[in-house]
């Protein structure tokens, strides 16, 4: 019992204080790529070809970035001979449409990400219970998902909580690319939830199918088969972006208004 | 020219080194080394214009060596090797659903991921001919019938953040008689996708083969590339691939004793370790900025850099985060009440783990001392070794007490390569695979032995890539673990194996 007490003095209290305080993040922490135009040589591609999942295209000169696409994964920083490519350090990358995730890649603000109007917000803004599915995900937008569920990020004190069935839910969480195998179970599990019910598609699989979009196996992202009310980029996102995502759709924190 | 070829892990050769045998001495051979303690490291099919061909790569611990060989089977059936050879099953299973090949005399033919086949040799009309492809998780299930015998069905949507799976239970009142497992709903084609490589996508399939185990899988991919194309990878690249698969190896034991905690209510360690795993990933990720260390390993060596002031805040961090983690894991193995749940609950016995061909902490929990790093060392731990953790009773305990072992044992590693580093470069130039060269390489991941195989073709690319996963040898120890028991204890032995959907499904 004494061994019991001690050990719980010495863990401490080690839950994170965002969104009061900004999130730890590592030094090396890859946010959005932003594109430098003028470092750009005559018509240089070198990104754009480099990127696994051609998340990168040009409108003329001026390259743009598709964030539900990108991998996050600096092929196209090192392909870049002139040096155009950074990664900004900032972990807020979600967006409400699929069109506000394709940004100038030269712009250095977030994606705009608006809040849940009135009468949602009055539902599900202090309790949002949501159903997870992962329909191809590899376990990685699964993992730091379930991470907000520990103490280091707490989500309940949000009054957000994962639960068992999409019978007590109000939307969904969906992770992977939705395999041809996995498309009827989040069909089933999306008419189980009652409405009026959100969708919430975590990391590039589930917002474009990722590294497997194209594949006849798959379904190139959940919004070809539910409808989507919240993107969360990433490969996978950071604990910090889902949780951010979270509480901008819920108006908890600043959102609507790019910053 | 009926002796098997020999190759070493991570060595390439040159694909018409290995003899094509025929059939019955294929067989014989097989049976013959899986019965004398070697073990399938790999059984495939690669489909040729003349028909299948059936390659095996068979791992000895002994030593340290694989060994290769090959037959042609030109018709639609072949004698099912599985009655004499147990832990081929599921190989046999897969090779019959990929390449339309019937093993005649198979115990339990039925499919693994519900896809259709392809063989190239087949022509149209008889594939059309064959009518609609399977429907996932729609099949025959083992069912025990009597008066007061009733079956649990469970999934593919779990109630938990996991991922998706169907489990059968063939219950009489608690106590589970058997458990069958079907997967197969995360496939995703990516063993498909990575055999039409090397490509730019190829590193980002490898990495989310299983995103648990990032790390692991890429470097198997880098190394079977760098084999092919002769690719030497300096030392410092090699240690920092060595750290950070021992990183992902602590961050997942970590978490696995947290959820071993959860699941018998023990909530302090559950608490503690659900953040101290964070710890070791947040280390991955001030290494390369991912926490699953996406983007650090790649064809030629690693990408990122550790500046001597990173090695030393690493270090302090990874020792305090050690700390913490033998705290919590202390209280959870030293309660009575957590020890009376761990004890004899979910045993596989040693001869059952050694037939169906277990690997990982799951083996050396059942007494079996198997450990990649340490039987087919490549890279750093050819100079540092890692002694091989091995408990015996084959419970959930055994299983938790194996990864409490290996947590102390790979942070002593880590620690050990941040302090001395070797000088030198990070990545040695890549190279285009030699023609007609194989290689098979085998990683030791969190969960087991990562094995991948890659033949090369004239032009360069990959003819075939195969893809094994621990948990491909796994789920049915999971299985055999639940007879006898009562069902409540699914999810704690369910947790002891913790496997990969996505790994499994491809």
Known sequence: MLKLLTTRLRQGHRTTRYPAEPPALPPRFRGRPVIDPTRCEGGCRSCAEACPTDAISFDGTAPRVDLGRCLFCTDCERACPGGAVVFARDHRLAARTRADLVVPGSDPLAPSCAALDEKLRALFGRSLKLRQVSAGGCNGCEADVNVLGTIAFDLGRFGIQMVASPRHADGLLVTGPVSDHMKLALEKTWAAVPAPKLVIAVGACAISGGPYAGHAETHDGCDTTVPVDLYIPGCPPHPFTILDGLLRLLGRIESGARR | ?506
């Open chain 2, 1 to 506: 020219m009926s002796e098997p070829f020999v190759s070493a892990n991570g060595e390439a050769f040159d694909w018409g080194a290995v003899p094509q045998l025929p059939f019955e001495r294929f067989a014989d051979g097989l049976r013959g080394a899986l019965g004398a303690g070697q073990r399938a490291a790999a059984f495939f099919g690669v489909a040729t214009g003349a028909g299948t061909e059936l390659v095996a790569v068979l791992a000895s611990e002994r030593d340290g060596l694989l060994r290769w060989s090959r037959t042609l089977v030109s018709g639609s059936s072949y004698p099912a090797l599985t009655p004499h050879a147990p832990e081929l099953h599921l190989f046999e299973r897969e090779i019959a659903e990929q390449h339309g090949l019937r093993p005649e005399g198979h115990p339990w033919s039925k499919p693994v991921r519900f896809v259709a086949a392809t063989p190239s040799h087949r022509s149209p009309e008889e594939l059309a001919s064959r009518g609609a492809p399977p429907q996932v998780g729609v099949t025959d299930f083992f069912r025990v019938e009597g008066h007061e015998v009733h079956e649990v069905a469970v999934g593919p949507v779990h109630a938990g953040v996991i991922e998706p799976g169907h489990f059968r239970f063939q219950c009489h009142g608690e106590e589970v008689m058997h458990l069958e497992i079907s997967l197969g709903y995360q496939h995703r084609g990516v063993e498909r996708a990575l055999a039409a490589g090397p490509d730019k996508r190829g590193p980002h399939y490898a990495e989310t083969l299983a995103g648990d185990t990032t790390v692991g899988h890429a470097t198997a991919y880098c190394q079977v590339l760098e084999a092919l194309g002769g690719v030497r990878v300096p030392a410092r690249a090699q240690a920092l691939r060595g750290v950070a698969l021992e990183l992902e190896r602590l961050a997942n034991h970590v978490g696995d004793l947290g959820a071993l905690a959860g699941d018998v209510a023990y909530l302090p360690t559950a608490s503690y370790c659900g953040r101290l795993r964070g710890e070791f990933l947040n280390l991955t990720a001030e290494l390369c900025g991912s926490r699953f260390g996406r983007g650090l390993v790649r064809p030629g060596g690693v990408r990122f850099e550790v500046p001597a002031p990173l090695g030393r805040s690493m270090l302090s961090r990874l020792d305090t985060a050690l700390g913490e983690v033998n705290d919590a894991v202390g209280l959870l193995m030293e309660a009575p009440s957590v020890q009376a749940r761990f004890e004899e609950t979910g045993r596989v016995s040693a001869a059952t783990a050694r037939s169906i061909g277990l690997v990982g902490p799951a083996a050396r929990a059942s007494g079996l001392p198997r450990d990649a790093r340490h039987d087919f060392p490549h890279g750093v731990y050819r100079f540092h070794q890692l002694p091989v953790t091995v408990w015996h009773t084959g419970d959930v305990f055994a299983r938790a007490h194996v990864r409490r072992k290996e947590v102390e044992r790979s942070g002593t590693f880590v620690r050990r390569q941040l302090e001395g580093l070797p000088g030198g470069a990070l990545e040695g130039a890549p190279a285009a695979p030699r023609p007609g060269q194989a290689c098979a390489v085998l990683v030791e991941g969190w969960r087991g032995e990562l094995c991948h195989v890659a033949l090369s073709d004239e032009r360069g690319r990959f003819a075939t890539y195969k893809v094994v996963d621990p948990s491909f040898h796994n789920w049915l120890g999971l299985a055999l673990a639940l007879r006898g028991q009562p069902i409540s204890d699914f999810p704690l032995c369910n947790k002891s194996f913790n496997l990969s959907y996505c790994g499994f499904d491809l």
